[in-house]
């Protein structure tokens, strides 16, 4: 037997791999509600989460400002990404 494909069929180099699926790192991607902006959250309004609120605490304490501790996940939100512009946290390495 020899070690030909037939003409048809891909060789191995040529198959092609479907892409995992993965979170972050896409650059601008507003097919998605998690890239919505915080005011047109339908659950904006409830009150942050417990990482949201955590992450905050880090960011505003490396910024050396105070902020609420009775903020909206939109208003988390909005503060985290003006806090990690601040900060440089936010920007890829």
């Given at each position: ?23 972050g ?11 919505k ?57």
């Amino acid at each position: 037997m020899s070690d030909t494909t037939l003409p048809d069929e891909p060789s191995r180099d040529d198959r092609v791999t479907p892409e995992p699926e993965t979170l972050g790192a896409r650059g601008d991607d507003t097919a998605t509600s998690a890239s919505k902006d915080p005011s047109e959250w339908v659950t904006g309004d409830e009150p942050m989460t417990g990482a949201q609120r955590s992450y905050l605490d880090t960011l505003a304490r490396e910024a050396g400002e105070e902020l609420p501790a009775d903020l909206t996940k939109a208003q988390a939100s909005e503060h985290i990404e003006r806090l990690q512009a601040k900060t440089g946290r936010g920007s890829a390495s």
